[in-house]
């Protein structure tokens, strides 16, 4: 029995002793690296290794309404691409910003005047005038298509004969139809994919035309009913401006002073802000054409004949028609 005990006791010693050691040697060993240490070094790895884009950016600040110059845009190379951003400059240069842009910001398609007026050409305006299935040809205009705007100007019953028909804009082209447009815009579609663009019928029509005619073609629709007639895009007849003389405006422009040379026949925005008045628009600008009818009475001439009846004489004038009656 006491033998036994001697084993044990010696068995536990030698045990004790072999952990002893086992724990000097693990003292021995450096300490693993933290876990903050380990991240950090890893960051710039990640860094390196982030993918970049090439992302057009204002190279100076660009303002809202004018056009880019080729030589304010450059390509940088950004970690982020945004959504409608663009990789050359090429496509931008006289583009035109909606909103002002700083140096270094990205350019992007929202950002930019876009939609029906870059279809306008310079020195023209997109004008909307009301439309039917009559006026329309049927509905069988479509944008990108030339018309002729016939002009139907109707007097009451009683002075039908005055009525009149006339050319009014010749070879104008269509921008929109209903809501058809040539900006290339997503028309209406229904379930099954089918374009509706033409099942509605159009309410209005918009017309490309030069900014100094806005105002015949307005005082046209107010005055009376216009009339689109579809016509070839090949065919480039238009009427010679020189045959009629040009409407007189309703404001008269400042007479040059005393040795100045005379001043040029108004064009362009100049003639379109002197405008037309409704009055020389229908009839041509012959003076007293269009007047209303009134009664006036004129002492007698002091001729023999008159003073031989000793009456007076009254001159009714109706429109363009004048009568003497004498009583």
């Known amino acids: 029995m006491i033998n036994l005990t001697k084993i044990v006791a010696a068995i536990l010693v030698l045990l004790a002793l072999a952990l002893g050691g086992y724990a000097w040697v693990l003292s021995r060993k450096p300490p693993p690296p933290p876990p903050a240490a380990a991240t950090a070094g890893a960051t710039p790895a990640k860094t390196a290794l982030a993918p970049t ?132 815009l997503a028309s209406k579609a229904d379930k099954n994919g089918n374009s509706q663009q033409r099942a509605e019928a159009a309410r209005t029509a918009v017309l490309a035309v030069p900014v100094d005619d806005v105002n015949r073609l307005a005082l046209a629709e107010n005055s009376g009913r216009l009339l689109l007639a579809l016509r070839n895009p090949t065919d480039m007849s238009e009427p010679d401006p020189k045959l009629f003389a040009e409407l007189p405006t309703a404001l008269q422009p400042v007479p040059p002073k005393r040795g100045e040379p005379p001043r040029a026949p108004l064009e362009g925005l100049d003639r379109a802000q002197a405008g037309l008045t409704a009055a020389d628009f229908v009839t041509g600008g012959k003076p007293g054409a269009l007047r209303a009818p009134t009664a006036s009475v004129r002492a007698p001439a002091a001729t023999n004949s008159s003073a031989s009846r000793g009456g007076l004489q009254v001159e009714v004038i109706r429109g363009d028609r004048s009568e003497t009656i004498r009583y």
């Open 53 to 184: 884009f090439p992302v057009v950016v204002a190279a100076k600040p660009l303002p809202a309404g004018q056009a880019i110059p080729a030589d304010a845009l450059r390509v940088e190379q950004l970690t982020i691409n945004p959504t409608g951003a663009f990789k050359e400059t090429a496509p931008l240069a006289g583009r035109v910003p909606v909103i002002d842009l700083g140096a270094g910001s990205p350019l992007l398609e929202g950002q930019l005047v876009s939609g029906l007026a870059l279809r306008v050409s310079e020195g023209e305006r997109a004008v909307a005038v009301k439309a039917d299935e009559v006026m329309g040809v049927g509905n069988k205009v479509q944008p990108g298509d030339f018309v002729d705007v016939f002009l139907m100007l109707k007097s009451d019953s009683k002075d039908i004969d005055r009525s009149q028909a006339r050319l009014l804009l010749s070879r104008k082209r269509v921008l929109a139809f209903g809501s058809a447009s040539v900006d290339g």
